[in-house]
């Protein structure tokens, strides 16, 4: 056990962290099962959908640091590639709107 105060309030830290972490690495597998499970029924919506839920669980970890940003990259177009072998058409990232005057 530590003896420093410092050290004592790493140790607290640290233990918050690590749940956070667990808790978005648990929701980004979750949403990779759901979309294998979606890919191997083979319905193009529910695909879609859990394609979407997927990436987006996937930025969300790459974001928090949880896993590093060209792992994310790549996990990412390894599910579109699947997405798209299973006859799901790519959709269009969504353009931020251009802030226009003041």
């Known amino acids: 056990m530590p003896i420093i105060k410092s050290a004592k309030k790493r140790v607290k ?5 690590n749940v956070r972490n667990t808790k978005t690495r648990r929701q980004m597998h979750s949403a990779l099962k759901t979309f294998a499970k979606a890919v191997a029924e083979g319905k193009p ?5 859990a394609q979407t839920e ?15 940003r060209n792992k994310a990259s790549r996990v990412k177009s390894k599910l579109a590639k699947q997405a798209k072998d299973a006859g799901v058409k790519p959709t269009k990232a969504a353009s931020p709107k251009s802030k226009v005057g003041p």
């Not at 830290?13 to 962290?17: F, G, M, T, V």
């Not at 919506?45 to 959908?49: D, E, G, L, S, V």
């Not at 997927?54 to 590093?68: C, G, P, R, T």
Request: proline letters at 0%; charged letters at 20%.
């Open 45 to 49: 919506a529910a695909i879609a959908k």
């Open 13 to 17: 830290l640290a233990a918050k962290a």
């Open 54 to 68: 997927a990436m987006s669980a996937i930025d969300i970890a790459a974001k928090k640091a949880v896993i590093h």
